[in-house]
């Protein structure tokens, strides 16, 4: 019976495609108001914790993710399911999310490590459903569906914060308004939860994956997994510049990965800004990285990704250290908003050049294989830069500052890794050609 629905027609409807890219905009929301925006603020200007306890927590839910991706991944693969790992991953990250600000400091930490955790293993099975409301000719336009509706939940989770934390700062907290202030962003909290579940409802009811022969799974499925992240590494060496290139991934992404997550604490605890400018200075650099992301897409296509992309790690060099210097020299905040807005463009940069680079460097008939790859190195990144922040602010004293210019020295390094990487077109033999 099954091997017949394999070969049954696979039908996408519009429905399926929209309900698909509405959990672009679900998960989205989270991203923007739990890991970039809110939650650092609480935990260190509410609960009175430091940038290191919110970095540990994040590394850690990372870390956690990447020793379980492989096998979670080859998981559904054997059964050839996404979508009830989709909606597992989902709901315990809303559940978790609803749930923070309860307890004190340590709870909440670990709430966030755990919904964290989720929002990232349910990407993963998100982003191979794209397989199944799409075909090889509408792959990017469905993508860029799910990625615009993103762009829409990040306005949406700003405007959230914008409603409910209207008239408290976190930067203003006393003993009198300490409770206040806390139970209004225990309200952010919820209301992107119950955000979160909406707009992933329809993708559970509406989205029908392609019917396909189950797998039974092998007892030795976790050693199979890392044994073949083995063989891919092993694999990926025979490909001029593919390892240097990822290498010089996990530098660049540990950098623009890290000031995203703390942002937020650096513009209000160094440079002045109360949480409503920083929730502006959010949507300002959304907007600018939503038009750099199109202007990118032309200068990849006519100068090639390596250019583009060297091109936008100079301008993130510049932002790094720009934004340190303003912080050690105490300028003017009003001196960082075009330096906000650069970062905007330069994020837009990033994305659209570094994809079409590991693309350029894969042949496609293992493009899946080593797209897996790439994802590990940012996944890797992502364990590194929140740890060695926090342990610049808080162990070693240094101050935000210097974990900025932190930041600058792994652009370098990896711009430099970057060099000996050649973006020609490559003339793939026919067997590797799907």
């Not at 799409?134 to 829409?152: C, H, I, K, M, W």
């Not at 306005?155 to 959230?160: D, N, R, S």
């Not at 979160?196 to 030795?220: D, G, N, S």
């Not at 976790?222 to 992240?229: C, N, V, Y």
Request: hydrophobic share 50%.
């Amino acid at each position: 019976m099954e091997a017949d629905a394999v070969r049954e027609p696979h039908r996408i409807s519009h429905l399926s495609v929209t309900s698909w890219a509405l959990y672009d905009l679900a998960n989205t929301v989270f991203s923007t108001n739990i890991v970039s925006l809110y939650f650092a603020l609480f935990v260190v200007n509410v609960m009175q914790g430091t940038d290191f306890d919110f970095g540990l927590a994040d590394s850690l839910s990372m870390l956690a993710l990447l020793l379980t991706a492989p096998m979670l991944g080859a998981i559904s693969d054997q059964v050839h399911r996404r979508m009830p790992f989709l909606m597992v991953s989902s709901l315990l990250c809303i559940g978790f999310t609803a749930l923070l600000g309860q307890g004190g400091l340590i709870t909440s930490l670990v709430i966030f490590a755990a919904a964290n955790f989720m929002y990232q293993a349910g990407l993963m099975f998100y982003n191979a459903l794209l397989l199944d409301v799409s075909t090889p000719e509408t792959q990017g336009r469905v993508g860029g569906l799910g990625t615009g509706l993103g762009y829409l939940g990040s306005f949406l989770g700003v405007g959230i914060g914008i409603l409910l934390l209207r008239g408290a700062s976190s930067a203003d907290v006393t003993p009198e308004n300490a409770q206040s202030i806390s139970e209004k962003f225990m309200q952010v909290f919820q209301v992107s939860a119950l955000l979160f579940l909406i707009f992933a409802i329809p993708c559970f009811l509406f989205v029908k994956e392609r019917l396909r022969e189950r797998q039974k799974i092998p007892a030795h499925l976790a050693r199979q997994a890392f044994t073949q992240i083995y063989y891919t590494l092993s694999h990926a060496r025979e490909y001029p510049g593919l390892l240097r290139f990822l290498l010089s991934r996990v530098f660049y992404i540990d950098a623009v990965n890290t000031v995203i997550v703390f942002l937020g604490l650096y513009t209000t605890k160094e440079i002045g800004f109360t949480d409503a400018d920083f929730q502006g200075i959010f949507m300002v650099s959304i907007i600018f990285a939503v038009v750099g992301s199109f202007g990118w897409g032309f200068v990849v296509d006519r100068y090639g990704p390596k250019r583009t992309l060297n091109v936008v790690l100079v301008l993130w060099m510049l932002i790094f250290l720009s934004t340190a210097l303003i912080g050690y020299l105490h300028l003017s905040k009003q001196v960082f908003w075009p330096v906000a807005c650069l970062a905007g463009v330069a994020l837009g940069g990033t994305w659209s050049s570094d994809r079409p680079f590991m693309l350029r460097l894969s042949p496609p008939r293992y493009i899946g294989e080593f797209s897996g790859l790439y994802t590990m190195a940012g996944r890797f990144a992502s364990v590194i830069g929140p740890l060695l922040w926090g342990m610049i602010v808080e162990k070693l004293h240094w101050g935000r500052p210097a974990a900025v210019l932190s930041l600058l020295v792994m652009v370098v390094v990896g711009f430099f890794l970057l060099q000996k990487v050649d973006d020609a077109p490559r003339d793939w033999a026919p067997e590797l050609i799907e």
